[in-house]
């Protein structure tokens, strides 16, 4: 099922949904709101839609996320296998074609609510030709996009019809993500904390921890005995590495934290913590 990336960062749609989240949030939200995601990120409005339910989710993010998942698909139609390609081309075809329609009276609507329909079965149609293994990514792609165009139609039970087989793969991307907010979190406390001890206490401390590296009982402990193994072929360049190694990781551990470094770890942070809140929200959606 494709490598060690999650499925989403697979199809790079965490980076599309936090597009998605920007674009509909620009023009979208109240004053208030707007205040709220200067002092707290965009965050704060995840948690505002869940609040009020599906209806305010699907009518403030419908658009956008399907603007954005229109053209991932532009991008990765040619990883489709042929027999694919032809109806998921002509499905996202008709919905660039409904998209960009104005619907003024409700013959427009009717109307281009039948062609996101055809769209549909054409997506259904490629879905159906997915193999559930190989074209495990592929599969899933469809899904999201065909929730997405259920949202844009404004039709939620389409949607969540849709989106039950991305409930588990939702599940198991906040799972990975928390994973890495914990990491971050780590990350993070490790900077401060370094840079609580000082300049000066860093340089002892760096100093103590390289002169181990000259301590024959460390060097027994990490590398064992020279006499045992320095007549294996390699043996002396493998110690040279292991040592330069170690020492690359002391330098790195005792190095001191620049206001920009522990600028960056938080915002990346913030931005880990975004992607969670839009994935629980969209799983709420779909849930309810």
Sequence with gaps: MGGSLSILERLDLPASFAEAAAEAFKDG??????????AHGVSVVWSVLASEGAQAFAGTIAGPLLHVLLRVAD?????????????FISGTAKVKRMWKMKVITTADRVLRDAELTSA????????????PVRDYDQRI???FLQVSIAIFMDAPGYAQSYGAELIPVLD????????????????LEKLSS????????LARERQRRLAELRDPSFLYEVLGSTAAFEWKPGYRENRERILQSLREGILKETAWPTDTE????????EQTKQRADLLRSLKTFLEQ
């Excluded at 198991?172 to 990350?187: A, D, G, N």
């Design 29 to 38: 939200i109240g004053d208030v709101t707007k205040d709220a995601v200067a």
């Design 75 to 87: 991008r990765t139609q040619g990883q489709l296998k042929k027999v694919m390609r032809e109806p």
């Design 120 to 131: 549909l079965e054409d997506l259904n149609k490629a879905y159906s030709y997915a193999d």
């Design 141 to 143: 792609q469809i899904r």
């Design 172 to 187: 198991q991307s906040l799972s990975e993500v928390r994973k890495e907010i914990i990491q971050q979190e780590q990350s």
């Design 194 to 201: 370094r840079r609580s001890l000082g300049k000066e206490e």
């Design 262 to 269: 522990i600028a960056l770890a938080r915002s990346t942070l």
